[in-house]
């Protein structure tokens, strides 16, 4: 498996066809704090998963395909035309409904996970959804900054 498997291959192809802005990651935290546009751009790190998917050769290619494309160009263009926020303008669009603010990585990390368990709920038919209780430990590796950190190293291997 992994990326020289032909399915998988041909599959992450097809996703970086129509989505040429994974190509181009943008530090999303610094232009829009805590208010992200959401599933518009890719951040610096998404970025970094996409690289490692492709030998240099197929990425060059897809770069060079996704600069041609006017969504890519207005895109970025939109991005560029907002002002670079200061770590306490990003930290004022905090929502206070999330708590404490936890700092800046930790709370983008701790937003990062909200998006993505939204994500799964509404990809999830809810009704054939049944899930065990989690651990106290796994529930305090979601929530934390450094069980993301920990869970990242782990998929790494």
């Known amino acids: 498996m992994g990326r020289n498997c032909p399915t998988n291959r041909s599959h992450l192809w097809l ?29 610096e790190n998404a970025g970094g998963y996409i690289r490692k998917s492709l030998v240099e050769q197929d990425f060059k290619l897809f770069q060079s395909y996704s600069e041609s494309q006017q969504i890519t160009r207005d895109t970025l263009e939109w991005y560029s035309q907002f002002p670079d926020l200061s770590e306490v303008q990003i930290a004022a669009t905090w929502d206070k409904d999330d708590g404490e603010y936890p700092g800046l990585l930790a709370g983008f990390a701790k937003l990062m996970a909200k998006f993505r368990a939204l994500r799964i709920g509404m990809a999830t038919d809810q009704r054939s959804f049944k899930t065990e209780p989690m651990s106290d430990a796994g529930m305090e590796a979601i929530r934390t900054f450094n069980g993301w950190q920990m869970i990242r190293k782990q998929n790494k291997r």
Do not use: A, R
């Open 15 to 43: 996703y970086y066809v129509n989505f040429p802005l994974l190509f181009h990651p943008v530090n999303i935290l610094k232009k829009f704090g805590y208010k992200l546009p959401g599933g518009l751009l890719i951040d």
